[in-house]
């Protein structure tokens, strides 16, 4: 069962839904020496976006992902659309040289454009509005489950 214990549905059930993707723990990045979260929005080139490129590319990516040692402080890397760009990486930093090689890194994969934008986050500023978690999610979940049932 999940510690949560107003989820009523076991491990089980939500395996099989392929709901349950994995387990996570949110340490608190602060306390363990990160001092930036970085949002980066990226653009793909557009000749590599199409059918087959775009399928050696993601499954390059997969492998290396794989990989624990590769890019460890990377979050998570998606395609999508706003803002201009087509895809998206969070990743945390020691300090602002370690995001400045990330960005040097980033740079060097051809199917990159050399746009690239970055949000940073400092996780040392002592205003917090709604660091990562996923509670609220959890108390969403319960809510449209409980809407659902009022129908």
Known sequence: MFLNPQFQESEADWRKKATLGEYTVLPNLRKLGYEIVATTFVKFKEEDLSGEEADKFRKRAEERFKDESFAPNVAMFER????????????????????????????????????????????????????????????????????????
């Not at 945390?92 to 060097?108: P, V």
């Not at 746009?115 to 969403?140: K, M, Q, T």
């Open 80 to 151: 999508g659309m706003g803002l201009g760009y087509t895809g998206i990486i969070v990743s945390y930093h020691e300090n602002y040289a370690s995001f400045s090689e990330f960005l040097r890194m980033i740079k060097q994969y051809p199917v990159l454009s050399p746009d690239i934008n970055s949000f940073l986050s400092d996780l040392n500023d002592r205003v917090h509005y709604r660091s990562l978690g996923f509670a609220p999610l959890s108390h969403h979940i319960l809510t449209l489950k409980k809407e659902k049932k009022s129908e």
